[in-house]
């Protein structure tokens, strides 16, 4: 089943938003596979960012994202990617749709709330970077038969 890595950043977890962005995936019908609470070494950041290290924005997002603990998961599930990016919604919350987590619960491009993996290559790599392999769980969820 395909996986994506998602992880509430410290605006999310210092808002107390970890809980409802757990369960908004859950009741989907995702399948939580993997979970971590930390503050995200320096290193890893730089890894897990590397495509916007040159950016203009990096310094401050590198400073936010360090700011304070993240709440780091691997969900699993049909066409998980694709769906995970809709449930998040726009990356400036400013024009998240509505029913998005963004649109729902942020105002501001620089605290967005979550991350959610951009492609199937790329939620690999994310997982990679953040997780080692026998982090991940496997098990059934009771309900698989009715969601697919
Ligand atoms: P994410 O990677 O966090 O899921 O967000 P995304 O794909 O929607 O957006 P991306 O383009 O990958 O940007 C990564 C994060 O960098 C911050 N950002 N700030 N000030 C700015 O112009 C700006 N642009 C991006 C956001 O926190 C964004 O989520
Ligand atoms: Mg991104």
Redesign the pocket.
């Known amino acids: 089943m395909e996986q994506t890595f998602l992880m509430v950043k410290p605006d999310g977890v210092q808002r107390g938003l970890v809980g409802e962005i757990i369960s908004r995936f859950e009741r989907r019908g995702f399948k939580l596979v993997a979970a971590k609470f930390e503050r995200l070494p320096d290193a890893r950041v730089m890894e897990h ?1 590397a495509e ?1 290290v040159q950016k203009p ?1 990096f310094p ?2 590198k400073a936010y994202i360090t700011s304070g603990p993240c709440f780091l998961m691997v969900f699993a599930g049909k066409n998980i990617v694709k769906i995970s990016r809709d449930m ?1 919604g726009a ?1 400036n919350p400013a024009g998240a749709a509505p029913g998005t987590i963004r649109g729902d619960l942020a105002l501001e ?2 605290m ?1 709330v ?3 993996s ?1 492609s199937v290559e790329t939620a690999a790599r994310e997982i990679g970077i953040h997780f080692k392999p026998e982090e991940l769980a496997s098990y059934t969820r009771i309900d698989e038969q009715y969601l697919y």
Do not use: S, V
Request: proline share 0%.
């Open positions: 960012y916007h924005f401050g997002l998040i990356t491009i620089g967005n979550i991350h959610g951009d």
